[in-house]
């Protein structure tokens, strides 16, 4: 049935308890690459607790994106086969810890209408916030029902993207995706098998599964870390990217990086295929 508009605007849930270790923390440290490099004492610190001097585990900025997994503001019938992730946009309060009990409270931001044949976007706003009610991280996240338009919605209003300057890039930095990537990052809580299952792949138009748009978005952290954050997860404020083109397990990622002051914009290509995978990307930094 077509989505229901304007009730679906008022779906919300609050108060669902969530909580994490630093299992979790690890695991989606390496869903993203990380410790591909068992020498790499910086990055090290985000997949390994067990050193010989004690130093505190790191948290990537981006685990923000799956420590409440499955939050949302109530069910709205789609499509499931036909639905793609399109971007996200996190707010980082203050930064996310190792281990916490949390709560999330999700609401419906806005639903726009591309057309019958066009299909839908949904963005979805969820707070995350620690047991004393202080705000850790707000996320919002934006999913393309490909197969959901035409429902008498309106085509307009959805927020103008961040513009990436047009000058040559001042960094570049390089990530190979593993064959197996996307099965390490499933583990991190999409079990969607648009990633994992070949025959579910083809029925969704795709030659093969493709790589999580999150996991891009965890890749383009990590080139925002390593270049202009000095590794320090504190120093993340904001981190939003469009997910524009589908990546594959076996693609080389390379992100172009901008800086101007606190304000690190950038978009990710994979060459070999001549397609820019991640647009309008801007991270703010403290």
């Keep these: 049935m077509p989505i229901d508009y304007p009730a679906v605007l008022e779906l919300k849930t609050e108060g669902a308890l969530y ?89 419906v931001r806005g639903v726009y209408d591309k057309g019958k044949e066009k299909g839908a976007i949904i963005q979805n706003e969820i707070v995350v916030s620690d047991r004393g009610h202080d705000k850790i991280v707000t996320i919002r996240s934006s999913t393309f029902a490909r197969g959901d338009g035409g429902f008498g919605g309106p085509s307009e209003g959805m927020p103008e993207p961040h513009q990436v300057p047009r000058r040559a890039p001042d960094r570049l930095v390089h990530f190979p995706i593993r064959l197996d ?56 404020r904001r981190h939003r990217v469009r997910f524009s083109a589908p990546v594959f397990p076996g693609d080389i990622i390379t992100v172009n990086l901008w800086k101007d002051g606190d304000s690190i914009s950038f978009e990710a290509h994979v060459r070999e295929r001549e397609v820019t995978v991640a647009k309008n990307g801007q991270t703010v930094l403290n």
């Design 181 to 236: 990537q996307a099965l390490i990052y499933r583990l991190s809580g999409d079990r969607n098998p648009l990633h994992s299952d070949p025959e579910f792949a083809r029925r969704a138009g795709f030659p093969k599964p493709i790589l999580h748009g999150m996991c891009t978005y965890g890749l383009t952290c990590r080139a925002v870390l390593q270049t202009y954050a000095d590794y320090d997860p504190s120093a993340f």
């Design 19 to 107: 909580s994490w270790s630093d299992r979790e923390v690890m695991l989606y440290a390496l869903g993203i690459g990380m410790g591909n490099d068992p020498l790499n004492e910086r990055e090290l610190q985000f997949v390994n607790e067990a050193f010989a001097t004690p130093k505190p585990l790191k948290v990537v900025p981006t685990f923000a994106s799956v420590c409440v997994w499955g939050a949302r503001p109530g069910a709205i019938d789609l499509n499931r086969v036909m639905l793609v992730d399109v971007g996200r946009d996190i707010t980082f309060h203050k930064p996310v810890p190792a281990a916490a009990t949390v709560t999330a409270d999700a609401r």
